[in-house]
């Protein structure tokens, strides 16, 4: 489905309007000669009007997400976190180690130990003070026999861990975190790359088709996050050999390949719950408590409509200036270890929330009457104690005012743009919304702290 931003090159009732006041300018700024034309009655500038609104109402509702593409990304999030406001969070990572060429251990080598690199990529989510437990599985299926993976996938894994931490996470003072591993394994791998058992990555997934990464099953703690794609992300065989010189102790490492995040939430007890299962339909804000919500990896987004813009459209004569939507979260939602997103993307979706596609081919972003996307910096205003976000939605209401019949359009929030380096048929390809636990609360305007105004710089005329 398409959508015009740029109706005001076309809208008869504006070009109406600026022929009026283009008239009256130039009647105005000419010096009188020769006999005057009394007949011609000049607008009287009574009839014009520069008016500013923040009264308009604005409607909220939150949207999920039937499923959410989290196969591919440059993070593995792993943890378990219960919300106040959003329930359970749990992030389980898979992924698969993988050779390019074959494991080869000097024979005289000895046996040390085997262990797993993960390395911080510096994303955390809740409460970073607190331990959380970690345990690696290994997988019991190859991951490549699947071609897509989504944030409710799970592929099998034996019940016995080969390795277990409890750990605080410090990822921007240790830079990784390394987890040892079952000798066991250990030394059948360093056994068969003696023998050359392991020529190859295919004797390689044979032996290990993968891992994955468990959070405690009871654990409130942070979750965090590993880059999938680097070289400090990868099992390593250690091992010494022992010579005149002393002991050598040497390694070999079996890095990160491919991998996804299941993520899965459980929002019993808490306003959420009522969140259709489809993104068909939307909760509106007055049916969870006055508020609505964004909640990334689950999928979760704000919808906004502005139900009484069309008033505007009583006198043909009213043309939007600018228009300005800010948007505050709910105070008690933002903490230290639930930090505000630091930006807001805005996209058009029809009325069963389905995106509205652009020219390329990709969900169509909210723009301004130019052209340019539109989004959302957060911002704190130390002084009045307050922090927001700001849309120009101009180009929107002035599309909006200019088309006929009622406005089903409406505008969703959420923590990324979309990822249009990769094909339009799968755009939230490794994007942050899909690999990150980040979330907002914003109160509606019945909430006793609202979070949405609408900020309407119009010019309307009396044409008589």
């Given at each position: 489905m398409k959508f015009n931003s740029h109706f005001l090159k076309r809208s008869s009732r504006v070009f109406r309007l600026l022929i009026i006041l283009a008239v009256t300018a130039s009647m105005s700024g000419c010096e009188p000669w020769g006999d005057e034309i009394e007949a011609i009655v000049q607008p009287n500038v009574d009839d014009f009007a520069v008016l500013f609104s923040d009264t308009t109402s604005v409607s909220l509702s939150s949207v999920g997400t039937d499923s959410v593409f989290t196969g591919g990304p440059g993070r593995l999030l792993v943890g378990r976190n219960i919300d106040p406001y959003f329930g359970t969070f749990q992030a389980t990572a898979f992924f698969q180690p993988t050779i390019e060429t074959a494991l080869v251990i000097p024979e005289l080598a000895v046996y040390d130990s085997l262990t797993l690199s993960l390395r911080y990529d510096?994303?955390?989510h809740g409460d970073t003070t607190v331990a959380m437990n970690i345990a690696v599985h290994k997988l019991l299926a190859n991951m490549l026999d699947k071609n897509a993976y989504y944030n409710t996938d799970a592929t099998p894994y034996e019940p016995a861990a080969l390795?277990?931490?409890k750990v605080v996470p410090t990822p921007r003072s240790s830079g990784r975190l390394k987890i040892k591993l079952s000798d066991v394994l250990g030394k059948q791998i360093f056994t068969m790359s003696k023998s050359n058992q392991l020529p190859s990555n295919t004797e390689w997934i044979d032996l290990i088709k993968g891992l994955v990464l468990l959070p405690g099953a009871s654990d409130n703690g942070p979750v965090v996050g590993f880059r999938l794609f680097d070289d400090q992300t990868s099992i390593q065989l250690h091992y010494h050999l022992t010579s005149d010189d002393g002991i050598k102790k040497d390694s070999t490492v079996i890095k990160s390949g491919i991998g996804y995040n299941q993520i899965l939430g459980d929002r019993k007890g808490t306003q959420l719950a009522k969140l259709p299962n489809t993104k068909r339909?939307?909760?509106p804000s007055e049916q969870s408590g006055n508020m609505s919500f964004v909640q990334a990896g689950l999928g979760v987004m704000t919808r906004v409509d502005f139900p009484?813009?069309?008033d505007l459209k009583l006198n043909p004569y009213t043309v939007v200036n600018k228009a300005f939507l800010q948007v505050s979260p709910l105070t008690s939602s933002v903490t230290n270890f639930?930090?505000?997103?630091?930006?807001?993307?805005?996209y058009l979706v029809d009325k069963n929330n389905e995106y509205f596609q652009g020219s390329t081919?990709?969900?169509e972003p909210l723009r301004t009457l130019n052209g340019t996307q539109v989004f959302g910096k957060y911002q704190v205003d130390l002084l009045n104690n307050t922090s927001y976000y700001v849309f120009d939605v101009g180009g929107y209401i002035t599309t909006v005012l200019g088309t006929t019949g009622d406005n089903t359009t409406g505008i969703v929030f959420r923590t990324s743009t979309f990822n249009t380096r990769t094909s339009a048929a799968q755009?939230?390809?490794?994007?942050e919304f899909t690999k990150s636990a980040t979330r907002l609360v914003i109160g509606?305007?019945?909430?006793s702290e609202p979070g949405v105004k609408l900020q309407l710089y119009y010019t309307s005329v009396n044409a008589r």
């Open positions: 510096n994303y955390t390795g277990k931490i339909i939307s909760l009484t813009i069309k639930y930090k505000a997103p630091d930006t807001l993307f805005a081919g990709f969900p755009p939230t390809y490794d994007s509606n305007q019945r909430n």
